[in-house]
């Protein structure tokens, strides 16, 4: 049984890091598309980063907000996906989804984990 399950959201200020997990089980991260959504206040889902399977010359690509902010990466001996909030700012600010697939096919779908950057 497929199952993602995200942790690590938080109420936080401005500044500073934070680091979202993604625990999966059921298949192995390393052998997959992952990818990392955000739906932020009365916006639209959007895809932040995504990592390809193991193997690739050039895994990971990200979503225009996240160039340069957020880090994705990936833990095969854990079994774990991590996106790094770099730098948080209020825009920051959603629900964070953690999925098995590309950014326009996804298999399956975490449940997703509250950042909210305040203040």
């Known amino acids: 049984q497929v199952q993602l399950v995200e942790s690590g959201g938080a109420l936080v200020q401005p500044g500073g890091s934070l680091r979202l997990s993604c625990a999966v089980s059921?298949?192995?991260?390393?052998?997959?598309?992952m990818t990392w959504f955000r739906q932020a206040p009365g916006k639209g889902l959007e895809w932040v980063a995504f990592i390809r399977e193991r193997g690739h010359f050039d895994p990971i690509f990200y979503g225009d907000s996240a160039k340069g902010r957020f880090t994705i990466a990936r833990d095969d001996a854990a079994n774990t996906l991590y996106l790094e909030l770099g730098s948080r700012k209020p825009e920051g600010t959603g629900l964070y989804y953690c999925?098995?697939?590309?950014?326009?096919?996804?298999?399956?779908w975490g449940r997703g984990t509250q950042v909210t950057v305040s203040s």
């Open positions: 999925a098995k697939g590309a950014p326009n096919v996804v298999d399956y």
């Open positions: 059921g298949f192995s991260s390393s052998t997959s598309w």
